[in-house]
């Protein structure tokens, strides 16, 4: 089947950056959310991100025009589920929230169709458990922000199809992404890795090794990351980076222990730009 209407369901941060990549794709791309002014605020926050991009260089003003008119919002879901070619959902990280949308996804979905959820940890197993579509169903992993970051990870739940997979990779590759496969298993391949050399840099902060500053010096001029480690949990949340090796100490074991001085950061309220305090200071946002 080619894809020409996908279904965004879910339109906060990541959903609307969803549609802004689908529409400008080339997509017909039907957004839905359950709040209606958080429909609103996506189709505004779409139209600034396609003006900025326009105003960068990186957008035709034609194919802005373009990706504008491809948009639409519904306000139901099922109108969504009934119109797609192709469903991304990214509701809130929440199981049983998500296997409530995709039965009702699956109900109404033709039977050919591809339902992908944008979680970053939860089980597709689980989520697919909760349809009759189960190799039909796999995990469509984008990055914050969506219109910058290259790269979707899909993720195979243990019944996912190839031909499954092999549609998702031609979506993401339409939207403009790159692709990696990746067998369901915590933090997939990026967030594991992620967790782990942010680590090991509070590891090293905590022993006194080096000051925070030269950590990041080092990772950025000497590695080539773009980003030191702390810039990037800083930006993330120590909290949601703690909660994400809790969640890998829990199923993966020792190796992924939270280190004490990430622990203590968050315990006195230290969790980065969001507070005004993380590894680094940030006054303007106290
Ligand atoms: P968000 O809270 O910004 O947006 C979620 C949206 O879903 C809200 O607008 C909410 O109104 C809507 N919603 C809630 N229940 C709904 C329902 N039943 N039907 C339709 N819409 C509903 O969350 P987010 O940060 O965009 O995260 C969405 C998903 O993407 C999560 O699974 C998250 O783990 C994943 N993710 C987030 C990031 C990130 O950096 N924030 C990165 C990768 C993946």
Same mark, same amino acid.
């Given at each position: 089947m080619s894809i020409a209407t996908v279904a965004v369901i879910g339109s906060g941060l990541m959903g609307r950056g969803i549609a802004y990549a689908a529409a400008l794709g080339g997509y017909q791309t039907l957004v839905h959310d359950a709040s209606s002014e958080a429909l609103a605020r996506a189709l505004s926050q779409i139209g600034r991100d396609l003006d900025a991009g326009v105003a960068r260089g990186k957008v035709a003003p034609e194919g802005a025009e373009a990706a504008r008119a491809r948009l639409s919002t519904l306000a139901e879901l099922d109108d969504a589920a009934r119109a797609a070619d192709f469903v =991304? @959902?990214?509701? $809130? @990280? &929440?199981?049983a929230l998500k296997r409530s949308v995709f039965a009702r996804l699956d109900a109404l979905a033709r039977p050919g169709v591809v339902l992908s959820s944008n979680t970053s940890a939860l089980s597709i197993a689980q989520i697919a458990a909760a349809t009759g579509r189960r190799d039909r169903v796999l995990g469509m992993h984008f990055f914050n922000p969506v219109p910058k970051m290259k790269l979707v990870e899909i993720v195979r739940g243990p019944e996912t199809s190839e031909a499954a997979v092999a549609v998702t990779a031609e979506v993401a590759r339409g939207m403009g992404k790159e692709t990696i496969v990746v067998k369901e298993s915590p933090g997939f391949v990026t967030s594991r890795i992620n967790a782990l050399i942010g680590n090991e840099a509070f590891h090293m902060l905590g022993e006194g090794i080096?000051? *925070? @500053?030269? =950590?990041? %010096?080092?990772?950025?001029?000497?590695?080539?990351? $773009?980003?030191? $480690?702390?810039?990037?949990?800083?930006?993330?949340?120590? &909290?949601?980076?703690?909660?994400?090796?809790?969640?890998?100490?829990?199923?993966?074991?020792?190796?992924?222990?939270?280190?004490?001085l990430l622990v203590q950061h968050v315990k *006195?309220?230290?969790?980065?730009? %969001?507070?005004?305090?993380?590894v680094y200071e940030y006054p303007e946002k106290k």
């Amino acid at each position: 089947m080619s894809i020409a209407t996908v279904a965004v369901i879910g339109s906060g941060l990541m959903g609307r950056g969803i549609a802004y990549a689908a529409a400008l794709g080339g997509y017909q791309t039907l957004v839905h959310d359950a709040s209606s002014e958080a429909l609103a605020r996506a189709l505004s926050q779409i139209g600034r991100d396609l003006d900025a991009g326009v105003a960068r260089g990186k957008v035709a003003p034609e194919g802005a025009e373009a990706a504008r008119a491809r948009l639409s919002t519904l306000a139901e879901l099922d109108d969504a589920a009934r119109a797609a070619d192709f469903v =991304i @959902e990214a509701v $809130p @990280e &929440d199981l049983a929230l998500k296997r409530s949308v995709f039965a009702r996804l699956d109900a109404l979905a033709r039977p050919g169709v591809v339902l992908s959820s944008n979680t970053s940890a939860l089980s597709i197993a689980q989520i697919a458990a909760a349809t009759g579509r189960r190799d039909r169903v796999l995990g469509m992993h984008f990055f914050n922000p969506v219109p910058k970051m290259k790269l979707v990870e899909i993720v195979r739940g243990p019944e996912t199809s190839e031909a499954a997979v092999a549609v998702t990779a031609e979506v993401a590759r339409g939207m403009g992404k790159e692709t990696i496969v990746v067998k369901e298993s915590p933090g997939f391949v990026t967030s594991r890795i992620n967790a782990l050399i942010g680590n090991e840099a509070f590891h090293m902060l905590g022993e006194g090794i080096a000051t *925070a @500053e030269d =950590i990041d %010096k080092g990772v950025k001029l000497g590695l080539n990351h $773009p980003m030191g $480690p702390f810039e990037m949990v800083d930006l993330v949340g120590l &909290d949601t980076r703690l909660a994400v090796l809790e969640h890998l100490h829990r199923t993966l074991g020792e190796k992924y222990r939270p280190a004490p001085l990430l622990v203590q950061h968050v315990k *006195a309220g230290r969790l980065g730009r %969001k507070s005004g305090r993380g590894v680094y200071e940030y006054p303007e946002k106290k």
